[in-house]
C-alpha cells in the first residue's frame, strides 16, 4: 500500500514556474515507477511525465517536453515536476502516480495508486 500527497500547486503568471511535490509513505518508495498526470475541467486524465525507479529514465508528454522536468529522491520517498515556462493550457489538477510496472506505463490504468491532486492555475 503507497499512499500519496502532492503539494506545491498555486496560481503563477505564464511564463513563471512551479515546483511540485509528491510525498509517499511506505517503505517500497523505490520499487515503483512514478507518474505525472493532470486534468483540466471537462477534459480525461492526460499523462504528463514519467520516472523509472532510479530516476535514470524519463520521458515526457510533447506538450511539455522541453519545459517540465520530472524527478525523484528515493531517500525522501518523494517525486518532483518541475514546471518552466508555464503556459495558460498547462491550467489543471496534477496527481502523481505511482505503478508497480516494469515497463513504463503511460496511461492512467496501468497505475495501482493515485494522491489526491493539486490545482495549478496559469493566468494569461
Known amino acids: 500500500q503507497v499512499q500519496l500527497v502532492e503539494s506545491g500547486g498555486g496560481l503563477v503568471q505564464a511564463g513563471g514556474s512551479l515546483r511540485l511535490s509528491c510525498a509517499a509513505s511506505g517503505r517500497t518508495f523505490s520499487r515503483y515507477v512514478m507518474g505525472w498526470f493532470r486534468q483540466a475541467p471537462g477534459k480525461e486524465r492526460e499523462f504528463v511525465a514519467v520516472?523509472?525507479?532510479?530516476?535514470?529514465?524519463?520521458y515526457y508528454a510533447d506538450s511539455v517536453k522541453g519545459r517540465f522536468t520530472i524527478s525523484r529522491d528515493n531517500a525522501k520517498n518523494t517525486v518532483y515536476l518541475q514546471m518552466n515556462g508555464l503556459k495558460p493550457e498547462d491550467t489543471a489538477v496534477y496527481y502523481c502516480?505511482?505503478?508497480?510496472?516494469?515497463?513504463?506505463?503511460?496511461?492512467?490504468?496501468?497505475?495501482?495508486?493515485w494522491g489526491q491532486g493539486t490545482q495549478v492555475t496559469v493566468s494569461s
Open positions: 520516472i523509472n525507479w532510479s530516476g535514470g529514465n524519463t
Open positions: 502516480a505511482a505503478a508497480s510496472s516494469s515497463i513504463v506505463p503511460l496511461s492512467p490504468p496501468e497505475y495501482d495508486y
